[in-house]
T-cell receptor
């Protein structure tokens, strides 16, 4: 079945450091891919998405590219800030008929950025 | 625009009690779902609905019931609470189609003692 595997944390960085959080997926067909972010005490909110191969999603300095050949969607940011401290979830949305629209999540990666 | 509204935000139950977690959305989304979030487990799908009158089970449906009588509301019922149901519960909604962003509620933190 469809699934997502993401790098488990926690990840601790100094401000202005480079961030990569790895995410790979298994899916039948061509799913949509998402990164969601969860700040303390809140629900998840969409950070970025890509709906087809080679698409690049970007938002707030974060980027991720849909790589079909490596089934990956790694999250990157060139210079993190303290305000980026949160839990990050990689997810895929099935486009198959029987599970259309169903979201599959990775286990989440806790990021802490120190000043 | 309220988005997805969940109530209550916090709840403590005794083992064996029943309760309903409420979820409402005002975006006319067809797809609604309930997840539970446990440490180190990510989000696991409990039940979902692709439209009014249609529901289906997710990964961890045991001990929970849902119904979808309107497009806006998707309540989750715990039939007889158990300590293993201590968790944070999230409701989400989206347009159907597989490419749409899901919008999440703020969550309900449930403790069963």
């Amino acid at each position: 079945g469809d699934s997502v595997t993401q790098m488990e944390g926690p990840v601790t960085l100094s401000e202005e450091a480079f961030l990569t959080i790895n995410c790979t997926y298994t899916a039948t067909g061509y799913p949509s891919l998402f990164w969601y972010v969860q700040y303390p005490g809140e629900g998840l909110q969409l950070l970025l998405k890509a709906t087809k191969a080679d698409d690049k999603g970007s938002n707030k300095g974060f980027e991720a590219t849909y790589r079909k050949e490596t089934t990956s969607f790694h999250l990157e940011k060139g210079s993190v800030q303290v305000s980026d401290s949160a839990v990050y979830f990689c997810a895929l949305s099935s486009k198959r008929g029987s599970t259309l629209g169903r979201l599959y999540f990775g286990r989440g990666t806790q990021l802490t950025v120190w000043p | 625009n309220a988005g997805v509204t969940q109530t209550p935000k916090f709840q403590v139950l005794k083992t064996g009690q029943s309760m309903t977690l409420q979820c409402a959305q005002d975006m006319n989304h067809e797809y609604m779902s309930w997840y539970r979030q446990d440490p180190g487990m990510g989000l696991r799908l409990i039940h979902y609905s692709v439209g009014a009158g249609i529901t289906d089970q997710g990964e961890v449906p045991n001990g929970y019931n849902v119904s979808r009588s309107t497009t806006e509301d998707f309540p989750l019922r715990l039939l007889s609470a158990a300590p293993s149901q201590t968790s944070v519960y999230f409701c989400a909604s989206s347009y159907s189609g597989g490419s749409s962003e899901a919008f999440f509620g703020q969550g309900t933190r449930l403790t069963v003692v």
